[in-house]
Nanobody
């Protein structure tokens, strides 16, 4: 049974940093491209970043390019999103999932950027 557990969110001031973590269970993690998604209030869920199955390549949404860094550890079935230079518009619930996503979604982790 697929399970995805996100953690690491919180309240941070503009310009600050957060490190999100994702723990994956119940599927062949190392076999899939994985991604971080986010959903802001009143908006559709969007892809923030994705990383190839082996971790050798990554792609980022234009809005986070140069500020966020995605990585994964296939020995532990975990994934990380390092978020730097956070902006108000980064406020959202962040989710990890496969790319393309499973129908299942974890609870996500709230990131709030506020002064």
């Amino acid at each position: 049974q697929v399970q995805l557990v996100e953690s690491g969110g919180g309240l941070v001031q503009p310009g600050g940093s957060l490190r999100l973590s994702c723990a994956a269970f119940g599927f062949f993690f190392r076999g899939y491209t994985m991604a971080w998604y986010r959903q802001a209030p009143g908006k559709q869920r969007e892809v923030v970043a994705r990383i190839s199955s082996g971790g050798s390549s990554a792609e980022y949404a234009d809005s986070v390019k140069g500020r966020f860094d995605i990585s994964r550890d296939n020995t532990k079935d975990t994934m990380v999103l390092q978020m730097n230079s956070l902006k108000f518009e980064d406020t959202a619930v962040y989710y990890c999932n496969r790319w393309p996503a499973f129908t299942y979604w974890g609870q996500g982790t709230q990131v709030t950027v506020s002064s």
